[in-house]
């Protein structure tokens, strides 16, 4: 008997299980999924009535899960790993700690995440759907609560900053973890002493989902924030804080189901993902709660219309105006420091001092930068692209658009543009991922709308960008900036 299964589960597997032949997700679909072939279940927002008792279902299945063998699929363990092995251990190494037939699936699974350690993000969305569907369905069966759907934490309300109580209260929960910044355990909003709008939603205002002229696409936009940024102000270098440690911390799943809400709710305003072989023939493979190996194809989980769920509530539609009729923005200004930085100069410089970068006007155009330009320009933003680190710093880093000398903090905000993270910014060792290195141009970015920071604070001629850690980073870190860019139309 292989450690962690019951003969139940052995004989449901099957020649397609552990060892066996991959399941194409369609026929997967007709021969297990049941429990999608009703009416969708919701998934509730973890504050209403609904979402808490979700929760205990929840709480109970962690507990369930991480008693489980490490090669069992079903295991916490084991969901962690498929996302990314921890970092003080290697992939080769805990595989060959397993038994002969738990290898090949770990194989498979393990590390896969799309888009860290230099993967390209444009699978950032439709993994992580697959990777909480599945997690869903396991817990479903762990918790013995056949209507069991994943509750997600709406933190882009103001309201909700806090982590859900039974995740920091009790330090024998399952749900605890000690790895998190001192604020998220004592209950404190993961955004307290950060400066009003570290969280935004702004990337729900890209129009397409993979880059286009002057715009990050909406998949880039998210993955940066508030997806990096949540996971940043969370947890530390061995928690949410670090993608080789953030699928232990239970939060992780609540985090990414709200991150799915928002991918639901941007293409239920009529937007649309990418129709391209290249994107919708991607695979990947994953686990049921019955061991079965199945073959995934990111065009299965391009909607969640055939997936069997639906959310209580989607985002409500901005009202983006201008942005929906541009379908270009034009650089007006960039700051690069050439096509590659020297990551030692910019380490030192992007380390414990804040530094001020000057923005150029495209082609020496300086009426580009005149008060009558940028008055009249209809949308301004400020993209930041191509992060990269050898090393966590372990921060947020603030920007704030021609911060006067020696502002107090509060004078600060009147010039806040926005915060990044290097949360996804360090390189993958391609001796264990196998398929990637970070490459230049697949660095995290963040995109910002400045348009009424601009307006309102009446620039013109120079637009200066200060970069300014929010705190201590860690000394070994030297995070890079590729480039800073503001576009308009």
Same mark, same amino acid.
């Given at each position: #008997?292989?450690?962690?299964?019951?003969?139940?589960?052995?004989?449901?597997?099957?020649?397609?299980?552990?060892?066996?032949?991959?399941?194409?997700?369609?026929?997967?679909?007709?021969?297990?999924? &049941?429990?999608?072939?009703?009416?969708?279940?919701?998934?509730?927002?973890?504050?209403?009535?609904?979402?808490?008792?979700?929760?205990?279902?929840?709480?109970?299945?962690?507990?369930?899960? #991480?008693?489980?063998?490490?090669?069992?699929?079903?295991?916490?363990?084991?969901?962690?790993?498929?996302?990314?092995?921890?970092?003080?251990?290697?992939?080769?190494?805990?595989?060959?700690?397993?038994?002969?037939?738990?290898?090949?699936?770990?194989?498979?699974?393990?590390?896969?995440?799309? =888009?860290?350690?230099?993967?390209?993000?444009?699978?950032?969305?439709?993994?992580?759907? @697959?990777?909480?569907?599945?997690?869903?369905?396991?817990?479903?069966?762990?918790?013995?609560?056949?209507?069991?759907?994943?509750?997600?934490? %709406?933190?882009?309300?103001?309201?909700?900053?806090?982590?859900?109580?039974?995740?920091?209260?009790?330090?024998?929960?399952?749900?605890?973890?000690?790895?998190?910044?001192?604020?998220?355990?004592?209950?404190? *909003?993961?955004?307290?002493?950060?400066?009003?709008?570290?969280?935004?939603?702004?990337?729900?205002?890209?129009?397409?989902?993979?880059?286009?002229?002057?715009?990050?696409?909406?998949?880039?936009? +998210?993955?940066?924030?508030?997806?990096?940024?949540?996971?940043?102000?969370?947890?530390?270098?061995?928690?949410?804080?670090?993608?080789?440690?953030?699928?232990?911390? *239970?939060?992780?799943?609540?985090?990414?189901?709200?991150?799915?809400?928002? /991918?639901?709710? /941007?293409?239920?305003?009529?937007?649309?993902?990418?129709?391209?072989?290249?994107?919708?023939?991607?695979?990947?493979?994953?686990?049921?709660?019955?061991?079965?190996?199945?073959?995934?194809?990111?065009?299965?989980?391009?909607?969640?219309?055939?997936?069997?769920?639906?959310?209580?509530?989607?985002? *409500?539609?901005?009202?983006?105006?201008?942005?929906?009729?541009?379908?270009?923005?034009?650089?007006?200004?960039?700051?690069?420091?050439?096509? %590659?930085?020297?990551?030692?100069?910019?380490?030192?410089?992007?380390?414990?001092?804040?530094?001020?970068?000057?923005?150029?006007?495209?082609?020496?155009?300086?009426?580009?930068?005149?008060?009558?330009?940028? &008055?009249?320009?209809?949308?301004?933003?400020?993209?930041?692209?191509?992060?990269?680190?050898?090393?966590?710093?372990?921060?947020?880093? %603030?920007?704030?658009?021609?911060?006067?000398?020696?502002?107090? =903090?509060?004078?600060?905000?009147?010039?806040?543009?926005?915060?990044?993270?290097?949360?996804?910014?360090?390189?993958?060792?391609?001796?264990?991922?196998?398929? @990637?290195? @970070?490459?230049?141009? $697949?660095?995290?970015?963040?995109?910002?709308?400045?348009?009424?920071?601009?307006?309102?604070?009446?620039?013109?001629?120079?637009?200066?960008?200060?970069?300014?850690?929010?705190?201590?980073?860690?000394? $070994?870190?030297?995070?890079?900036?590729? %480039? +800073?860019?503001?576009?308009?139309?």
């Amino acid at each position: #008997m292989v450690a962690g299964y019951s003969r139940r589960h052995l004989l449901t597997a099957g020649a397609a299980g552990l060892a066996g032949t991959l399941i194409p997700f369609p026929e997967w679909l007709s021969r297990y999924g &049941a429990a999608v072939a009703g009416p969708p279940l919701t998934r509730y927002g973890v504050s209403t009535s609904q979402g808490a008792a979700m929760l205990a279902s929840y709480r109970s299945a962690v507990a369930t899960m #991480m008693g489980r063998g490490e090669g069992n699929p079903c295991s916490w363990l084991f969901q962690w790993y498929t996302h990314q092995i921890r970092a003080d251990r290697t992939k080769s190494t805990e595989i060959a700690s397993l038994p002969a037939p738990q290898r090949p699936l770990a194989t498979d699974m393990w590390n896969t995440c799309q =888009a860290h350690n230099g993967r390209p993000v444009r699978f950032f969305l439709p993994w992580h759907r @697959m990777y909480v569907y599945f997690l869903e369905r396991i817990v479903r069966a762990a918790s013995g609560n056949p209507s069991f759907t994943l509750p997600y934490w %709406d933190y882009l309300s103001t309201s909700q900053r806090a982590l859900p109580g039974p995740f920091w209260n009790s330090t024998v929960s399952p749900l605890y973890r000690p790895d998190r910044n001192t604020g998220s355990n004592a209950g404190s *909003p993961i955004d307290q002493g950060q400066p009003v709008g570290t969280i935004n939603q702004d990337c729900m205002s890209e129009t397409d989902y993979l880059p286009t002229a002057g715009k990050l696409g909406f998949c880039s936009a +998210i993955n940066g924030s508030p997806h990096g940024i949540v996971h940043s102000l969370i947890g530390n270098s061995i928690g949410m804080g670090n993608v080789p440690w953030a699928a232990n911390d *239970p939060i992780f799943w609540l985090h990414h189901c709200n991150i799915d809400r928002m /991918w639901a709710s /941007w293409n239920a305003w009529g937007r649309t993902n990418p129709s391209d072989a290249s994107w919708l023939n991607q695979q990947f493979v994953f686990a049921d709660e019955n061991c079965n190996r199945v073959l995934v194809t990111v065009s299965d989980f391009a909607s969640i219309a055939n997936l069997g769920y639906r959310y209580d509530r989607l985002i *409500p539609r901005l009202n983006l105006g201008v942005i929906e009729r541009l379908r270009e923005l034009k650089l007006i200004a960039k700051w690069r420091p050439g096509p %590659d930085p020297d990551p030692r100069l910019l380490g030192v410089t992007l380390g414990a001092r804040a530094v001020r970068v000057s923005l150029t006007p495209a082609g020496g155009r300086k009426e580009l930068l005149s008060a009558r330009s940028l &008055a009249s320009a209809r949308v301004l933003r400020i993209n930041v692209r191509n992060l990269r680190t050898n090393a966590l710093p372990g921060i947020l880093y %603030d920007l704030y658009l021609n911060l006067p000398a020696n502002a107090r =903090a509060e004078a600060a905000q009147a010039n806040f543009i926005g915060a990044i993270t290097f949360f996804d910014a360090v390189a993958g060792d391609p001796r264990e991922h196998g398929d @990637m290195q @970070m490459a230049p141009s $697949e660095g995290p970015s963040f995109t910002f709308d400045v348009t009424r920071l601009i307006k309102r604070l009446k620039m013109s001629d120079r637009l200066d960008v200060t970069i300014v850690p929010h705190g201590k980073p860690a000394a $070994e870190a030297r995070p890079v900036i590729g %480039d +800073i860019e503001l576009v308009g139309g």
